[in-house]
């Protein structure tokens, strides 16, 4: 391993230091005097919101805070719950595909995942708080995600969202085509796409009736029983079937969403979104009535071949058709903007303020199932926020103070906080770094 250069090391120890002494917890905190745009209850002008131990405890024009809190005086700016990507593969380094086979439901992406990695510090720089890490499109039926905070400077295990839903990544159209077409195997067409997730889900209904035979038969004290061989990949997708698991499906083409719905019906699970999702604009009434969402582009296009039929006003079209929308950034680059794309959607489509900032808060929180605890500022939801400097719907719009769970992560005001700090130079060896680190190999 490459030993890391003396002023990036030094660079990110101090930076270390300076994310754990600024995340120290504060029982009671209100941000005051803002313009807080809640999400779900409309933008509150000169508001306030009050944070208890790491949950809202209040938001309004006024609220009740106890005496002694501690104040932020946020006059002239804006306050948003922080936004949440629900597709990125950052801090996954080259391990994002295993693509060795089309199916691999049971590789996990937690294995691969490196909490020092930069692409977490410039998110959170761009206010966001929670991410969906997904394995990547080369396998039909990919792995399993994991969900973080955004706590850049914790160690791994105190960044993972608290029980949080799993989530499995499927991908159909070109790139399994692609990555195995060009070794002249299964699949190498959209027909083979297909049939290798019926056999995948045929094996998975014997191996689940199996287990649920032996279950049943123990439950009734059989002792005479042989239990029977555990194979990983078949319980994760008996697992799919069960709905135990979240399925989100990487797939650009309106031909392959009605596919891929179908595929469902037939096997009895539940999608809960589309990836990329360029083509929803043509089917998206079908789609809504499934209860699919989509987390999609705001504006790529023409990137390869299933993107030439993408347009603007993908993401408005689909909102309208009933099918609930989410930005999403599939880029290190990307995520540092998720406010400006959803800006976008304003200028493209006529959304309201509102349902633009939705599609970065409270629609990918609902694809990754944890609404219920971020994703608008409201009462007993964790106070992950964001304060703005102008209205974060704008290009001019920079994350000065973001907080997740009442801890404040980033500070653009104070020394050690900023891009300065992360101009290529830093890598691996802080949060607990081993000594190969500097050994190398």
């Known amino acids: 391993m490459t030993r890391p250069r003396t002023t990036g090391l030094a660079t990110f120890c101090f930076l270390a230091f300076a994310v754990q ?18 999400v779900t209850h409309g933008t509150i002008e000169h508001g306030s919101v009050w944070v208890h131990n790491g949950k809202i405890a209040g938001v309004g024009a006024t609220v009740a805070a106890p005496a002694g809190a501690t104040v ?11 936004i949440i990507d629900p597709h990125s593969h950052s801090a996954l380094g080259n391990d994002v595909n295993e693509a060795t086979s089309p199916v691999t439901p049971s590789m996990m992406m937690i294995d691969a995942f490196d909490n020092s990695d930069k692409a977490l510090y410039q998110a959170l720089a761009g206010g966001v708080t929670t991410e969906l890490l997904l394995h990547g499109s080369a396998n039909m039926i990919g792995g399993q995600a994991v969900v973080i905070k955004n706590k850049f400077g914790l160690a791994r295990e105190e960044m993972l969202f608290p029980n949080a839903p799993r989530s499995i990544k499927f991908a159909s159209g070109e790139n399994p085509k692609r990555v195995y077409g060009s070794r002249n195997q299964v699949p190498s067409t959209r027909m083979g796409n297909f049939e290798v997730m019926r056999q995948a889900f045929e094996d998975a209904k014997v191996y689940r009736k199996e287990w649920d035979d032996y279950n049943a038969k123990l439950a009734k004290g059989d002792k005479d029983l042989k239990v029977p061989h555990r194979d990983l990949k078949l319980e994760a997708l008996a697992e799919v079937l069960s709905g135990k698991l979240y399925v989100q499906i990487h797939c650009y083409r309106a031909d392959e969403f009605l596919t891929e719905e179908a595929l469902a019906h037939e096997y009895g699970y539940k999608i809960r979104a589309f990836h990329h999702a360029l083509e929803m604009y043509k089917v998206g009434d079908k789609i809504a009535k499934d209860d699919t969402a989509i987390a999609t582009f705001a504006d790529w296009w023409g990137f390869k071949d299933e993107a030439w039929d993408a347009i603007p006003w993908n993401a408005v079209m689909s909102m309208h058709e009933g099918v609930r929308v989410a930005l999403k950034s599939d880029s290190n680059d990307q995520v540092r903007r998720l406010n400006q794309e959803a800006g976008k959607m304003i200028h493209y489509g006529g959304a309201t303020e509102e349902e633009a900032l939705r599609m970065i808060t409270l629609n990918p929180a609902w694809i990754i199932g944890v609404d219920d605890k971020v994703g608008s500022i409201d009462t007993g939801k964790d106070a992950d926020l964001v304060i703005w400097n102008v209205d974060p719907l704008s290009t001019y719009a920079r994350a000065e103070k973001v907080y997740i769970d009442g801890d404040l992560f980033f500070d653009s005001s104070l020394k050690g906080f900023g891009t300065t700090h992360f101009n290529g130079v830093m890598h691996t060896g802080g949060f607990g770094g081993s000594d190969d680190e500097e050994g190398g190999n």
């Not at 002494?21 to 809640?38: E, G, R």
């Not at 700016?77 to 922080?82: D, H, L, N, V």
């Open 72 to 82: 932020v005086d946020a006059t002239g700016k804006f306050i948003t719950p922080g």
């Open 21 to 38: 002494a600024i995340a120290q917890a504060v029982p009671d905190l209100v941000l005051k005097n803002a313009t807080v745009m809640t």
